[in-house]
């Protein structure tokens, strides 16, 4: 190991947690800074792919998130008149030791990821103490940290920006968030109403096409969550509103009496990439790199990819294995998959569940319903949204 070689962290969500446990892991001094006073519990992603799975098993992580979630071992595509195409992530057998996935709320990976930093003698989580500026020189690399204490600099040797989508990191370095947000928000409900009692056979991961609303239903331990599209002239208090909630899960399967409803998200839908992932001594990572719809389960999975990749590199140029070089890599590696992988998915799942044209909606069920029956297909097509084509090609890049 270099001697004072030191990787300071912005952010304690799980990109920021996964690159310092990697790199302390690697023997490399480590210090993660959280804006909050303790770790975020608000529901964001909930679904772990094949992939990320396979590599959070080195953090022991992926049979705690088991033992805490629920596998999902088949996905579908439906609609309201009873068609099905159902895919079934067993053929994925040969190219992962995970084939399905995990339904289970990030915040329970983080604190997974923080309680084995905290056993780790050269890694530390500072809570309360957003980074606030970044400051860098030819071998060192300064931020401002607004702690409890005070305003102070804190010096390293490389810096992660894994500060979430609107990373003050990425502010700091002047680095441009390209890109664009869907004039529509998504609106996320949770209730308990079993829905698999009223559509029989329903996957844990169902996407319903519907040219007047789409909705995709996602089973967590204990509840379904339903995600809608939003119109853009729809307030927040309607949308929100328990009647909105009500009308808009009546129309999923209307049946006698309310639905309970437990959780209520409202959020914008970004389509933004930030223009570089590199500068100097600082790297961007996760949501603070890139921000994209969540229909395809992919923000939270390719930030952690992100996080692998970039904590792999700077642990081998830390120890002396590999020359500084090989940091260029890093963007090179997962800029273009975050650009046209991530985007040309998600942006496929959401035109093909909303399209009105009767003509697209029939071509696409037919080839969903072909890839779905033919093994070969199905494979390709899996190996694709479950992001194992995506890391595959990552990792083929020189
Ligand atoms: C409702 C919803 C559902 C989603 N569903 C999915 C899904 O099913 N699958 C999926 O893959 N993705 C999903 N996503 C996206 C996923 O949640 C994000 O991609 C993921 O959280 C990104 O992780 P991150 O570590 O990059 O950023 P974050 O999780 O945002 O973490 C950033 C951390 O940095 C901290 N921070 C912010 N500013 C500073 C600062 N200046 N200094 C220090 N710390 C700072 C924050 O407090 C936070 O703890 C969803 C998102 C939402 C909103």
Not at 131 to 148: C, K, L, M, Y
Not at 261 to 287: C, E, K, M, N, W
Request: proline share 5%; net charge neutral.
């Amino acid at each position: 190991m270099k001697d004072a070689t030191h990787v300071l962290i912005a952010g304690a969500g799980p990109v920021g947690l996964v690159a310092a446990n990697c790199l302390a892991d690697a023997g490399v001094p480590v210090t993660v800074f959280e804006a909050e006073p303790r770790l975020p519990e608000n529901l964001r992603a909930s679904t772990f792919q094949p992939p990320t799975l396979d590599m959070l098993s080195q953090f022991g992580a992926s049979q705690r998130l088991i033992g805490m979630g629920r596998i999902a071992r088949r996905m579908q595509y439906r609609d309201r008149a009873g068609w099905v195409a159902e895919f079934d992530f067993g053929v994925l057998g040969d190219a992962t030791a995970h084939p399905y996935r995990v339904q289970c709320e990030q915040f329970r990976l983080n604190g997974i990821l923080a309680e084995r930093l905290a056993g780790i003698p050269h890694a530390r989580i500072e809570f309360s103490s957003p980074v606030v500026d970044v400051e860098q020189g030819a071998d060192r690399i300064s931020i401002t940290v607004d702690g409890p204490a005070g305003r102070r600099s804190v010096t390293g040797s490389w810096l992660i920006g894994a500060d979430g989508g609107r990373s003050r990191v990425r502010e700091a370095l002047g680095i441009a968030l390209e890109g664009f947000t869907w004039p529509e928000r998504f609106l996320v409900a949770s209730t308990r109403f079993e829905f698999s009692d009223a559509f029989p056979g329903l996957s844990d991961v169902s996407y319903f096409a519907d040219p007047d609303e789409w909705f995709f239903l996602l089973r967590v331990v204990g509840l379904w969550r339903a995600m809608f599209p939003t119109r853009a002239e729809e307030g927040d208090a309607d949308l929100l509103s328990d009647d909105g909630i009500e009308r808009r899960l009546q129309r999923v399967w209307p049946k006698s009496g309310r639905y309970e409803i437990v959780h209520r998200t409202l959020y914008p839908v970004h389509q933004r990439g930030a223009a570089t992932y590199r500068s100097g001594r600082a790297f961007l990572a996760g949501d603070a790199a890139h921000l994209n719809k969540p229909l395809g389960g992919m923000g939270m999975n390719g930030g952690i990819h992100d996080a692998f990749t970039l904590a792999g590199s700077l642990a081998r140029v830390a120890r002396g294995e590999a020359d500084p070089a090989e940091l260029d890599r890093y963007e090179r590696q997962r800029r273009p998959i975050a650009l046209e992988y991530v985007n040309t998915i998600s942006t496929a799942n959401k035109r093909n569940l909303e399209s009105r044209d009767p003509e697209h909606q029939r071509r696409w069920r037919e080839e969903m319903t072909r890839a779905a029956s033919d093994p070969q297909l199905a494979r390709e097509y899996l190996m694709k949204v479950s992001m194992i084509a995506s890391l595959r090609r990552s990792e083929a890049v020189e």
